[in-house]
C-alpha cells in the first residue's frame, strides 16, 4: 500500500508570519485548535481541502501557490456568475 504524500506546507508559516500572526491567531480565524493549525504548519498531517480553502481566501493567495506548485502568489480571476 503506497503511503500518503505529504505536502510541504512552509509558504502558510511564511504568510502567517507576514501578517504578524501567531499560531492562535490564525487558527482562531480558522475556527480551528491552534495545536490543529500547528499540525498541518509543519506537515505532520494534511490540511483538509475546506481549510486549504479558507487560507487561500485568507491570504489572498491560490490553492497552488499553497501547495507549492506554483510560485505565482496572485489568487485566480473570481468566477464570473
Known sequence: MKAKKRY???RIEMLRKD???NQTEIAKALSISQRSYSH???G???IPLDILCELARFHGTS???LLNLTDESKPYPPKKE
Open 8 to 10: 510541504n506546507f512552509e
Open 40 to 42: 498541518y504548519e509543519i
Open 44 to 46: 505532520d498531517v494534511n
Open 19 to 21: 501578517k504578524h500572526l
Open 63 to 65: 490553492i497552488d501557490y
